[in-house]
């Protein structure tokens, strides 16, 4: 906790800039793609030369009403866009086409994961708007160039109102509106690449009061940890300002992730410095009922929903299914591997740990790294049938991430099979039994803990493909006299 936040509190607004699944751009027909060779995916259009008309794209207004019925927002019948104007030399035309007075999806919210014993709390929206992107500064030690390959890229908006009053709960919004993002395929949010960035306006104010403090914007943050990180320290800075007697300027910082704290860049800008006024060149934007009624048809159910299911159906913690949500791959494989099972939560629990272990440990997508997840929820029936322990299932799956071949296929192959029959198992009980006489005498003499000692020393005979349940019913009759 920042030192002074017994005394203030944290108020913290998230301008989070996504971009939209499309394979061209907003305006003009050049592609999309990451990675191509600096200023090979440009035109005239988004060059910003004289003389050339924007020409919207269609999809691209689609994923922005997608967004907004996934974030609970007004789809506005009518909205215009608005040249955003100042200069920078990532901005060719001096402008940036946007919307401010009039976007196409008005207020919303953003369900956050519910905490033990307590409500979701839900994030208010102010609007999510449509944007072109600027292009990108590149410096280097002999001097600075401009990559124009982002110039012109669609990107929805989502603004929130400052209703967040920590590091963790910015982290856990983030969290929350990358799930919906990637789930309603409106973008792939790969921060990464990005494709996901977050500005972050933070200010500080006595407990108890209403008005707010001045705020300063963090700029271009691109991973949860340093959202979260920027947070935690200028809320620190500003709280040692105040406290000695000092003023906040409102500025824009920069995050210096090697240093770990925000820098000035400039004074902050108001809306009126930008010169809003309506695009000339674009007609206003008219989105037909019919059209929300389309993508609405189309939405899937999204984390929130789907979050709050697996606790009332499948009896799963909050916490589980928040790991399963988190990626709708995930959700999906879990959902897919559980017919004919009875014990969701152990698959859940499966899918916790031995599935997002794959992934982790060969770093590769989850259908590459893990076996189809028909096999794993034919291994874990096997389990519930008593034919294998969890430890031969342990080692089935890992040898299924590698060969590729079925969970049937695999455990013949291995031996893994489990040993049920009693008179096999008796036998066995019977042989360690005779081999540890003192153990036997000290346990009849009342050390019950030695009745481990007894069932690992049957487990290690039988290559550990006896069934526990059957020789923990033998030893205990046998080792009673």
């Not at 919210?109 to 307590?118: C, H, I, Q």
């Not at 902050?268 to 989105?287: C, G, N, Q, S, V």
């Not at 909050?318 to 897919?336: H, I, K, N, S, T």
């Not at 079925?406 to 040993?419: I, P, R, S």
């Amino acid at each position: 906790m920042a030192i002074g936040l017994e005394k203030y509190e944290a108020v913290i607004g998230l301008e989070v800039h996504a971009q939209l699944l499309t394979r061209s751009k907003l305006f003009c027909g050049c592609s999309t793609a990451f990675g191509a060779p600096p200023n090979g995916n440009v035109c005239p259009v988004c060059m910003g030369m004289p003389g050339v008309l924007p020409v919207l794209n269609r999809q691209a207004v689609e994923l922005a009403v997608r967004a907004g019925i996934a974030a609970h927002s007004e789809i506005a019948p009518h909205s215009i866009f608005d040249r955003k104007s100042y200069f920078y030399p990532d901005l060719p035309k001096g402008y940036q086409i946007s919307q401010y007075e009039t976007p196409v999806c008005k207020g919303g919210y953003v369900e956050l994961p519910a905490k033990d014993g307590e409500e979701p709390k839900r994030i208010r929206l102010v609007r999510i708007h449509l944007e072109e992107d600027a292009g990108k500064n590149i410096h280097e030690a002999d001097g600075s160039l401009v990559d124009f390959n982002r110039s012109g890229v669609p990107l929805v908006e989502i603004v929130s109102e400052p209703d967040i009053r920590s590091a963790d709960e910015a982290g856990a919004y983030l969290r929350a509106l990358h799930a919906i993002l990637r789930y309603a395929d409106i973008s792939d949010a790969r921060m990464e690449e990005g494709s996901m960035r977050c500005d972050v306006n933070v200010s500080v104010r006595p407990r108890g009061t209403e008005k707010l403090g001045v705020k300063s914007e963090i700029k271009n943050l691109n991973s949860f940890r340093f959202v979260e990180k920027a947070i935690e320290f200028e809320v620190s800075r500003q709280i040692e300002i105040l406290e000695a007697g000092g003023k906040i300027a409102q500025e824009t910082h920069l995050w210096d992730p090697v240093r770990e704290e925000t820098r000035p860049m400039r004074s902050k800008e108001f809306a009126h410095d930008y010169r809003y006024f309506p695009e000339p060149d674009l007609p206003p934007l008219r989105i037909p009922p019919d059209l929300v009624e389309a993508v609405k048809s189309t939405m899937p159910e999204m984390p929130a929903e789907r979050r709050a299911r697996y606790v009332r159906d499948y009896t799963l913690s909050p916490y589980e299914a928040d790991v399963l949500v988190a990626e709708r791959e995930v959700a999906d494989y879990f959902e897919a591997a559980l017919p004919g099972l009875k014990n969701r939560k152990a698959a859940a629990n499966w899918v916790m740990t031995e599935v997002l272990r794959a992934i982790r440990e060969s770093a590769k997508p989850l259908a590459e790294a893990a076996p189809k997840p028909a096999e794993t929820g034919s291994l874990l029936r096997m389990v519930e049938a008593q034919k294998i322990s969890l430890n031969a299932a342990k080692t089935a799956f890992a040898a299924m991430c590698k060969s590729g071949k079925g969970a049937e296929a695999t455990v013949a192959e291995l031996g893994l099979a489990q040993v049920s029959d009693e008179a096999a198992i008796a036998e066995v009980c019977d042989k360690v039994i005779a081999a540890h006489p003192k153990e036997l005498a000290e346990y009849r003499g009342g050390r019950d803990k030695l009745f481990g000692f007894f069932v690992g020393q049957a487990m290690k005979a039988m290559g550990g493909k006896a069934n526990p349940k059957v020789i923990n019913e033998l030893l205990k009759k046998k080792l009673a006299g």
